[in-house]
């Protein structure tokens, strides 16, 4: 079975930084394609960042690009997302999810991040 | 970057009924790149329809995905009490991934 477990969440001041993991179990890690996908309170999804099976491919969303970097380590079946210079917009529940075809075919159960003075 | 913008907002139907739920894009999207999800209240988005029409692994029938270019269109015949949740559209072109802002399906 497709696990897909994230951590790190929590609370952080404007501009400060803080590290996301994703556990991945239950399926060949290093030959999948990962992704974080946000989203804020009561809101809609919000695509973050891409990160090819092999790291050779990395995308980002303007609205991160620059502050954040997507990373993984595929001898420990984990992915991460290490955000800086945090802004309160970037409050939501954080997602990794695995790529599939371009497609978010399976989902952790997400971390919350929360930006707040 | 792509827009996508989907209607209704909300869709107010009883169990049983049919719904259609659209999904517009500002430019041309690749079909195999469209796909759809549903979200229950607290929990993770599930995908449902990849490639525009095909079905996810352990998707009912009654779920069925159709549309290319800018419409695209999920169809959900015979509602059941357990498919009213926020469905989202997505689609991938040129380095990023976006979705479309949700359609509320709710229980009148």
């Known amino acids: 079975e497709v696990q897909l477990v994230e951590s790190g969440g929590g609370l952080v001041q404007p501009g400060g930084s803080l590290r996301l993991s994703c556990a991945a179990s239950g399926f060949t890690f290093s030959t999948y394609s990962m992704n974080w996908v946000r989203q804020a309170p009561g809101k809609g999804l919000e695509w973050v960042s891409y990160?090819?099976?092999?790291?050779?491919?990395?995308y980002y969303a303007d609205s991160v690009k620059g502050r954040f970097t997507i990373s993984r380590d595929n001898a420990k079946n984990s992915l991460y997302l290490q955000m800086n210079s945090l802004r309160d917009e970037d409050t939501a529940v954080y997602y990794c999810?695995?790529?599939?075809?371009?497609?978010?075919?399976?989902w952790g159960q997400g971390t919350l991040v929360t930006v707040s003075s | 970057e792509i827009v996508l913008t989907q209607s209704p907002g909300t869709l107010s139907l009883s169990p049983g009924e049919g719904a259609t739920l659209s999904c517009r894009a500002s430019?041309?999207?690749?079909?195999?790149?469209l796909a759809w999800y549903q979200q229950k209240l607290g929990q993770a988005p599930r995908l449902l329809i990849y490639g525009a029409s095909s079905r996810a692994t352990g998707i009912p029938d009654r779920f069925s995905g159709s549309g290319s270019g800018t419409d695209f269109t999920l169809t959900i015949s015979r509602l059941e009490p357990e498919d009213f949740a926020v469905y989202y559209c997505?689609?991938?072109?040129?380095?990023?991934?976006?979705f479309g802002q949700g359609t509320k399906l709710e229980i009148k």
């Open positions: 999810a695995r790529d599939w075809g371009k497609n978010f075919q399976h």
């Open positions: 990160i090819s099976s092999a790291s050779n491919t990395i």
């Open positions: 997505q689609q991938y072109g040129t380095s990023q991934y976006t």
């Open positions: 430019q041309s999207v690749s079909s195999s790149y």
